[in-house]
């Protein structure tokens, strides 16, 4: 009773019964959680009983959800012409009451970034991730800006970048997003990048190299290089270089190269065991799609695990990850061929 009391939840009678300051609110997909207006802060779990609910069914006859301009949702009874915040369904809750997961294996391929990051307070940190505006690093991006962390979405297109900026701030008003202009294919802009984030003059925890091109087309960039392995590999490659120094004073920090289970259908040595610089970036003759794409992912890896070997003595940790197979987001944009199969995949596929 004693720390019931000093929590503030001494006063309630009931187990349901919200304390003193609290405030029970919806998310837009039906997920309940709680705000504390004398904390300022929110939490998916009841004060008092420790549940997680959501709500059951759809809204009653009459009524439509919104949100209004700081992200938040509200409710209009469109009958007896008013609005209101408070969900008419919270009379009708479900309690959820999830399986406890196994010390084995803590998240699935189920498991939503949201979901892994529930509960963390990241505040103060500040993440870099490349090709941010859509996809995987959209999602990415959103789920740690919405606990707390300073994101910078590096991308291409920074028109394409300041809207997804805004898409996060639709959920969270108070999210600290920005966006900056990084071209990976050119690496006049990857240097340009490091210097204006460095006049920053802030940290990095966490710079997470997800941008990709898949099935492109042969070409060559400003640099020489084929298009693929430069923005698949080397662009980051140099961005990792130039963002060293910051990393290392910035520990404990982390560098997470997303690759993918494809480089282990490649090789990048000759016939003799010894590195074949040209498959890395081959003439038109010798390309190949996929099998570019394949290997710059090996190459990911590579640079991952020795990047790892000569940094964590310094706290500087680097992992690379295997999204998953088949993810449905646009990478497979530059071929019809690729976005059919990708199109014919998509029921049994995980989806942003």
Partial sequence: MAALKYAGLEDTDSEEELPPGWEERTTKDGWVYYANHLEEKTQWEHPKSGKRKRVAGGLPYGWEQETDENGQVYFVDHINKRTTYLDPRLA????????????????????TAMEILQGRDLSGRVVIITGANSGIGFETAKSLALHGAY????????????EAVQRILVEWHKAKVEAMTLDLAS????????ETFKSKNVPLHILICNAA??????????????????????????????????????????VVMVSSESHRFTEIKDSSGKLDFSLLSPSKKEYWAMLAYNRSKLCNILFSNELNRRLSPHGVTSNAVHPGNMIYSSIHRNWWVYTLLF?????????M
């Fill in 187 to 194: 690496l006049q802009s990857v240097q340009h990048f490091a």
């Fill in 151 to 162: 994101v910078i979405l590096a991308c291409r297109n920074v028109s394409r970048g300041n």
């Fill in 92 to 111: 009708f809750t479900v309690e959820d009451n999830p399986v406890k997961p196994t010390t084995r294996q803590k998240y699935d391929g189920n498991s």
């Fill in 343 to 351: 199109t014919l995949a998509r029921p049994f596929t995980k989806s």
């Fill in 213 to 254: 091109v898949f099935g492109a087309p042969w070409c060559l960039t400003e640099d020489g290089l084929e298009s693929t392995f430069q923005v698949n590999h080397l662009g980051h490659f140099y961005l990792v270089q130039l963002l060293e120094d910051v990393l290392r004073r910035s520990s404990p920090a982390r």
